[in-house]
T-cell receptor, first 113, second 114 residues
Framework: GDSVIQMQGQVTLSENDFLFINCTYS??????LFWYVQYSGEGPQLLLQ?????NKGSSRGFEATYDKGTTSFHLQKTSVQEIDSAVYYC????????????FGKGTHLHVLP | DAGVTQTPRHEVAEKGQTIILKCEPV?????LFWYRQTKIQGLELLSY????????DGGAFKDRFKAEMLNSSFSTLKIQPTEPKDSAVYLC????????????FGPGTRLTVL
């Protein structure tokens, strides 16, 4: 069945470090891929969204690239700040079951000042 | 525009009690979702409504969890009877019915069952 895999449960960086979070997915359909961010005490909110048509998305200094060949969808940021500390979820919707969002387990990013 | 609102923000229940969590979706959204969030399992879908009709009832959560949508602007999630393993954050989300639409989440209700 459809799945989304985030292997990194926790990442600790210092300010101005490079961030790279790995996400892979599996589907028989045509996916749209999302990164959601959840700050402490809040619900998740959309960070960025990428379709198979455009392959890349960016928002607030974050960038995600979709690679159909490796079925991966990574999130990166050149220089993280303490305010980026949050949980990041990779998620997928596909055309076979478009209402359903499949979330990865989440990556807890902790940025040290 | 008001986002998704959830009440209460925190709930403490004794084992065996009945609790009801409430959600108001974004005005005009036709899709409403209930999720359970834990550190181990992440986000698990409990229920999904489209235009007030229940489309998915969460499989393994069916026996003690019941979500209802009484009108387009209000939904409840009842847990009866509660068990300690139900301790989690319960999130409500809504979206338009446009294909691949973004989900908007509420702040969640943190439930603790003693």
């Amino acid at each position: 069945g459809d799945s989304v895999i985030q292997m990194q449960g926790q990442v600790t960086l210092s300010e101005n470090d490079f961030l790279f979070i790995n996400c892979t997915y599996s589907t028989t359909g045509y996916p749209t891929l999302f990164w959601y961010v959840q700050y402490s005490g809040e619900g998740p909110q959309l960070l960025l969204q990428v379709t198979t048509a455009n392959n890349k998305g960016s928002s607030r200094g974050f960038e995600a690239t979709y690679d159909k060949g490796t079925t991966s969808f990574h999130l990166q940021k050149t220089s993280v700040q303490e305010i980026d500390s949050a949980v990041y979820y990779c998620a997928m919707r596909d055309d076979t079951n478009a209402y359903k969002v499949i979330f990865g387990k989440g990556t807890h990013l902790h940025v040290l000042p | 525009d008001a986002g998704v609102t959830q009440t209460p923000r925190h709930e403490v229940a004794e084992k065996g009690q009945t609790i009801i969590l409430k959600c108001e979706p974004v005005s005009g959204h036709n899709d409403l979702f209930w999720y359970r969030q834990t550190k181990i399992q992440g986000l698990e879908l409990l229920s999904y409504f489209r235009s007030k009709s229940l489309m998915e009832d969460g499989g393994a959560f069916k026996d003690r969890f019941k979500a209802e949508m009484l009108n387009s602007s209000f939904s409840t999630l009842k847990i009866q009877p509660t068990e300690p393993k139900d301790s989690a954050v319960y999130l409500c989300a809504s979206s338009s019915d446009r294909l691949y639409a973004e989900q908007f989440f509420g702040p969640g209700t943190r439930l603790t069952v003693l």
